[in-house]
Protein backbone atom coordinates (compact mmCIF):
# COMPACT_ATOMS: atom_id res chain seq x y z
CA UNK A 1 0.00 0.00 0.00
CA UNK A 2 1.27 3.60 -0.07
CA UNK A 3 2.93 4.80 2.59
CA UNK A 4 5.86 7.77 3.48
CA UNK A 5 9.16 6.99 5.35
CA UNK A 6 11.27 10.34 6.45
CA UNK A 7 14.36 10.42 8.19
CA UNK A 8 13.79 10.12 11.97
CA UNK A 9 14.79 12.97 14.29
CA UNK A 10 15.02 14.45 16.15
CA UNK A 11 17.70 16.51 14.04
CA UNK A 12 19.68 18.93 16.22
CA UNK A 13 21.63 22.04 14.38
CA UNK A 14 22.91 25.37 14.91
CA UNK A 15 21.49 28.50 13.60
CA UNK A 16 22.19 29.27 9.86
CA UNK A 17 23.19 25.79 9.41
CA UNK A 18 22.25 23.86 6.41
CA UNK A 19 18.73 21.83 6.57
CA UNK A 20 17.51 18.45 4.65
CA UNK A 21 14.97 16.22 5.96
CA UNK A 22 14.78 13.41 3.59
CA UNK A 23 10.95 12.05 2.75
CA UNK A 24 9.90 9.21 -0.06
CA UNK A 25 7.21 7.71 -1.09
CA UNK A 26 5.21 4.59 -2.03
CA UNK A 27 2.38 5.46 -4.07
CA UNK A 28 -0.21 3.52 -6.53
CA UNK A 29 -1.48 6.43 -8.51
CA UNK A 30 0.19 10.62 -9.12
CA UNK A 31 -0.50 11.92 -5.80
CA UNK A 32 0.47 15.30 -4.70
CA UNK A 33 3.07 16.15 -2.34
CA UNK A 34 3.03 18.00 0.88
CA UNK A 35 4.81 19.51 4.09
CA UNK A 36 3.46 20.18 6.99
CA UNK A 37 4.95 22.12 9.98
CA UNK A 38 3.99 21.57 13.67
CA UNK A 39 5.22 24.37 15.95
CA UNK A 40 4.76 24.12 20.04
CA UNK A 41 1.65 23.53 20.88
CA UNK A 42 -0.51 24.16 17.75
CA UNK A 43 -1.93 22.09 14.91
CA UNK A 44 -0.46 21.60 11.66
CA UNK A 45 0.11 23.72 8.91
CA UNK A 46 0.55 23.70 5.31
CA UNK A 47 4.49 24.80 4.80
CA UNK A 48 4.66 23.78 0.88
CA UNK A 49 3.06 21.40 -2.05
CA UNK A 50 3.54 20.30 -4.74
CA UNK A 51 1.24 18.21 -7.51
CA UNK A 52 3.79 16.72 -10.24
CA UNK A 53 6.76 15.21 -10.88
CA UNK A 54 9.47 18.33 -11.12
CA UNK A 55 7.08 20.60 -9.58
CA UNK A 56 9.04 22.71 -6.59
CA UNK A 57 7.45 24.01 -3.64
CA UNK A 58 8.87 26.64 -1.50
CA UNK A 59 7.31 28.89 1.21
CA UNK A 60 9.69 31.00 4.06
CA UNK A 61 12.84 29.68 2.98
CA UNK A 62 11.79 26.17 2.71
CA UNK A 63 12.09 24.14 -0.37
CA UNK A 64 10.89 20.77 -2.01
CA UNK A 65 11.39 19.27 -5.40
CA UNK A 66 8.63 16.13 -6.86
CA UNK A 67 11.01 13.66 -7.90
CA UNK A 68 9.36 11.28 -9.47
CA UNK A 69 12.21 9.12 -10.65
CA UNK A 70 13.41 8.81 -7.07
CA UNK A 71 10.00 8.74 -5.51
CA UNK A 72 11.04 11.73 -2.84
CA UNK A 73 10.47 14.60 -1.72
CA UNK A 74 13.12 16.34 0.70
CA UNK A 75 12.56 19.55 2.44
CA UNK A 76 15.69 21.86 2.48
CA UNK A 77 16.69 25.09 3.87
CA UNK A 78 20.24 27.12 3.30
CA UNK A 79 19.82 28.68 6.96
CA UNK A 80 17.91 27.64 9.63
CA UNK A 81 16.25 30.13 12.54
CA UNK A 82 15.96 29.75 16.06
CA UNK A 83 11.92 29.87 15.16
CA UNK A 84 12.11 26.78 12.86
CA UNK A 85 11.75 24.69 15.64
CA UNK A 86 9.01 22.09 15.22
CA UNK A 87 7.95 18.83 13.95
CA UNK A 88 7.70 18.35 10.33
CA UNK A 89 5.41 16.12 8.11
CA UNK A 90 5.76 14.95 5.04
CA UNK A 91 2.32 14.04 3.24
CA UNK A 92 0.73 12.57 0.43
CA UNK A 93 -2.56 12.79 -0.87
CA UNK A 94 -4.45 10.89 -3.69
CA UNK A 95 -7.60 10.37 -5.17
CA UNK A 96 -9.05 8.16 -7.69
CA UNK A 97 -11.38 5.07 -8.05
CA UNK A 98 -10.29 3.87 -4.80
CA UNK A 99 -11.43 6.81 -2.83
CA UNK A 100 -9.66 9.42 -1.47
CA UNK A 101 -6.71 8.69 0.88
CA UNK A 102 -4.09 10.81 2.64
CA UNK A 103 -0.89 9.61 4.52
CA UNK A 104 1.35 11.20 6.44
CA UNK A 105 4.58 10.56 7.94
CA UNK A 106 6.06 9.59 11.41
CA UNK A 107 7.07 13.30 11.45
CA UNK A 108 10.94 14.55 11.96
CA UNK A 109 11.72 16.87 15.17
CA UNK A 110 13.69 19.78 14.56
CA UNK A 111 16.07 21.29 17.03
CA UNK A 112 17.91 24.80 16.25
CA UNK A 113 20.33 25.83 19.20
CA UNK A 114 21.30 29.78 19.01
CA UNK B 1 -11.04 34.04 15.71
CA UNK B 2 -9.35 30.48 14.45
CA UNK B 3 -10.38 29.29 11.39
CA UNK B 4 -11.02 25.49 12.87
CA UNK B 5 -11.85 24.86 16.43
CA UNK B 6 -11.71 22.00 18.63
CA UNK B 7 -13.39 21.50 21.93
CA UNK B 8 -12.02 20.68 24.66
CA UNK B 9 -8.52 20.98 24.32
CA UNK B 10 -7.55 18.83 27.10
CA UNK B 11 -9.82 15.78 28.81
CA UNK B 12 -9.31 13.32 31.08
CA UNK B 13 -11.55 10.17 30.93
CA UNK B 14 -12.03 6.61 32.64
CA UNK B 15 -12.06 3.62 30.91
CA UNK B 16 -15.82 2.57 29.67
CA UNK B 17 -16.52 6.47 29.89
CA UNK B 18 -18.57 8.01 26.15
CA UNK B 19 -16.61 11.22 25.19
CA UNK B 20 -17.55 13.56 22.39
CA UNK B 21 -15.19 15.89 21.07
CA UNK B 22 -16.27 18.74 19.04
CA UNK B 23 -14.94 20.58 16.07
CA UNK B 24 -16.39 23.79 14.03
CA UNK B 25 -15.15 25.60 10.89
CA UNK B 26 -15.47 29.32 9.98
CA UNK B 27 -13.86 28.24 6.71
CA UNK B 28 -16.64 27.30 4.56
CA UNK B 29 -15.37 23.94 3.36
CA UNK B 30 -17.40 20.87 2.53
CA UNK B 31 -14.59 18.28 3.60
CA UNK B 32 -13.79 17.60 7.34
CA UNK B 33 -11.54 14.95 8.77
CA UNK B 34 -10.53 13.29 12.41
CA UNK B 35 -7.57 12.27 13.18
CA UNK B 36 -5.21 10.61 15.50
CA UNK B 37 -1.34 11.98 16.58
CA UNK B 38 0.80 9.38 18.65
CA UNK B 39 4.54 9.51 19.27
CA UNK B 40 6.53 8.02 16.44
CA UNK B 41 3.04 7.14 14.35
CA UNK B 42 2.11 11.05 12.87
CA UNK B 43 -1.04 11.65 11.90
CA UNK B 44 -3.57 8.58 11.23
CA UNK B 45 -6.98 9.48 9.59
CA UNK B 46 -10.13 7.98 11.67
CA UNK B 47 -13.20 9.47 9.70
CA UNK B 48 -13.70 11.95 6.99
CA UNK B 49 -16.73 13.77 5.69
CA UNK B 50 -16.90 15.11 2.16
CA UNK B 51 -20.01 16.85 2.90
CA UNK B 52 -22.70 16.82 5.19
CA UNK B 53 -24.80 13.28 3.99
CA UNK B 54 -21.32 11.48 3.21
CA UNK B 55 -18.90 9.96 6.45
CA UNK B 56 -16.43 7.40 5.33
CA UNK B 57 -13.80 5.01 7.56
CA UNK B 58 -10.41 6.10 7.86
CA UNK B 59 -7.63 3.96 8.53
CA UNK B 60 -8.24 3.34 11.98
CA UNK B 61 -12.31 3.87 12.40
CA UNK B 62 -12.77 0.75 15.01
CA UNK B 63 -14.21 2.31 18.50
CA UNK B 64 -14.63 5.67 16.99
CA UNK B 65 -18.36 7.19 15.69
CA UNK B 66 -18.78 10.50 14.33
CA UNK B 67 -21.48 12.90 13.59
CA UNK B 68 -21.68 15.38 10.79
CA UNK B 69 -24.35 17.86 12.57
CA UNK B 70 -23.82 20.33 9.70
CA UNK B 71 -21.37 21.92 6.94
CA UNK B 72 -19.52 23.03 10.29
CA UNK B 73 -19.64 20.80 12.62
CA UNK B 74 -18.04 17.36 13.06
CA UNK B 75 -18.39 15.35 16.51
CA UNK B 76 -16.02 12.45 17.20
CA UNK B 77 -17.26 10.02 19.80
CA UNK B 78 -15.37 7.31 21.64
CA UNK B 79 -18.01 5.25 22.66
CA UNK B 80 -16.20 3.43 25.37
CA UNK B 81 -13.13 4.84 26.20
CA UNK B 82 -9.98 2.70 26.49
CA UNK B 83 -6.36 3.38 27.71
CA UNK B 84 -5.19 2.99 24.30
CA UNK B 85 -7.10 5.41 22.81
CA UNK B 86 -4.81 8.15 24.61
CA UNK B 87 -3.63 10.58 22.19
CA UNK B 88 -3.48 13.97 20.66
CA UNK B 89 -6.83 14.39 18.15
CA UNK B 90 -7.04 16.60 15.29
CA UNK B 91 -9.90 17.91 13.30
CA UNK B 92 -9.13 19.40 10.02
CA UNK B 93 -11.17 20.97 6.77
CA UNK B 94 -10.15 21.54 3.02
CA UNK B 95 -12.01 22.34 0.23
CA UNK B 96 -10.41 20.85 -2.98
CA UNK B 97 -11.76 18.64 -5.43
CA UNK B 98 -8.95 16.67 -6.29
CA UNK B 99 -5.91 15.23 -4.05
CA UNK B 100 -4.18 18.60 -4.28
CA UNK B 101 -6.03 20.50 -1.92
CA UNK B 102 -4.69 21.65 1.37
CA UNK B 103 -5.80 20.90 4.98
CA UNK B 104 -6.19 23.21 7.49
CA UNK B 105 -5.73 21.86 11.28
CA UNK B 106 -7.27 22.84 14.65
CA UNK B 107 -5.03 23.25 17.48
CA UNK B 108 -6.26 19.28 18.78
CA UNK B 109 -7.81 18.20 21.37
CA UNK B 110 -5.46 16.01 24.21
CA UNK B 111 -6.65 13.21 25.61
CA UNK B 112 -6.16 10.84 28.39
CA UNK B 113 -7.73 7.67 29.38
CA UNK B 114 -7.21 6.53 32.94
Known amino acids: GDSVTQMEGPVTLSEEAFLTINCTYTATGYPSLFWYVQYPGEGLQLLLK?????DKGSNKGFEATYRKETTSFHLEKGSVQVSDSAVYFC?????????????FGAGTRLFVKA | DADVTQTPRNRITKTGKRIMLECSQTKGHDRMYWYRQDPGLGLRLIYYSFDVKDINKGEISDGYSVSRQAQAKFSLSLESAIPNQTALYFC?????????????FGPGTRLLVL
Open chain 1, 91 to 103: ALSEGGTGGFKTI
Open chain 2, 92 to 104: ATSDGHRSQETQY
Open chain 1, 50 to 54: ATKAD
